[in-house]
Structure formats: structure tokens, C-alpha cells
């Protein structure tokens, strides 16, 4: 039985992605979380730091430098796992211009400002990351969330 299936492709349903032609459909590969990566909180210097280094880019552009370096330790801690346990995103296009960087795709994609967060990619993304946590890797090729929220496990 294969346990650790470490990269696994997702395509979000957000939106009714799932019906469009694949060739046009959002999609991602999504980093299963191991249970070292549940068990703990980083600490703010830790969360810092790592916004420090590896948020730079943006912290220096000034349409983004201010937000990021006020956002709360728990927003960070969010981007951080966002950024780390996704990649090869598909057709993810901003002003006609497909992204790929994790982080560049976290700051721009559009996402609802109120608290039930119901229509956010970015949140089924993260729950996709927690849901999958405990999949075995056979488990994972066939995982798929379901619009109910229920999933094929």
C-alpha cells in the first residue's frame, strides 16, 4: 500500500471550473501536509523571518509592501503554507497573463470579503490540504471534494 504520495493534482470546483473543457479548467498540484506539518505552530519570529526573505519581492512593491508587512502572524502562517504546499497551477490567468508562483496567485485571486468565505478558491484550497492530510497515496490519485463539501474517500 502506497502511504505517501507526496504531490497530488487538484481541480478546484470553485465556480463551476469542473465543467469546463479541461483544457480551460483552474487546476494544481497540492502538496499532501505530513502530521509533523499539523502538530505544531511556528513561532512569529519563525513567520517573520520567513516573510522577510521570501516575501520580499513584494514587501519592496508598493502596491503590496504596506499590507503585507501589517498582516496578522495567523494570514502569514496561511500564505506560508499556501506557498509551500502548491505548485504547477494551470491556467490561473491575471490581466491575460497566466501566474504560477504561489504566492502571486495567494495575493491576487479574487476572494470574497465576508466571513463565510463559502466562494474562496484560496479556502478550498486550504481545506483540500487539510482534508487530505490523513490519505493514504492510492487514496489521494482518487481523492476528489465534492461541491457538498463531502469528498470520495
Known amino acids: 500500500m502506497e502511504l505517501g504520495l507526496t504531490w497530488f493534482k487538484y481541480t478546484p470546483n470553485w465556480k463551476g471550473n469542473r465543467d469546463l ?85 495567494f495575493l491576487n485571486i479574487p476572494n470574497p470579503t465576508t466571513s463565510a468565505q463559502k466562494d474562496s478558491l484560496i479556502m478550498e484550497i486550504i481545506q483540500v490540504l487539510g482534508e487530505t492530510a490523513h490519505l493514504t497515496g492510492q487514496e489521494l490519485k482518487n481523492y476528489a471534494a465534492r461541491p457538498d463539501g463531502s469528498t470520495s474517500e
Open 21 to 105: 473543457p479541461e483544457s480551460e479548467q483552474l487546476s494544481l498540484e497540492i502538496k499532501r501536509l505530513r502530521p509533523v506539518d499539523t502538530l505544531y505552530e511556528e513561532s512569529e519570529e519563525s513567520i517573520n523571518k520567513w516573510r522577510d526573505e521570501q516575501l520580499k519581492r513584494w514587501i519592496n512593491d508598493p502596491e503590496y509592501g504596506d499590507a503585507i508587512t501589517q498582516m496578522p502572524l495567523d494570514v502569514l502562517r496561511l500564505i506560508k503554507r499556501f506557498a509551500t504546499h502548491t505548485r504547477k497551477f494551470e491556467n490561473f490567468v491575471f490581466g491575460g497573463e497566466e501566474k504560477i508562483d504561489p504566492v502571486e496567485i
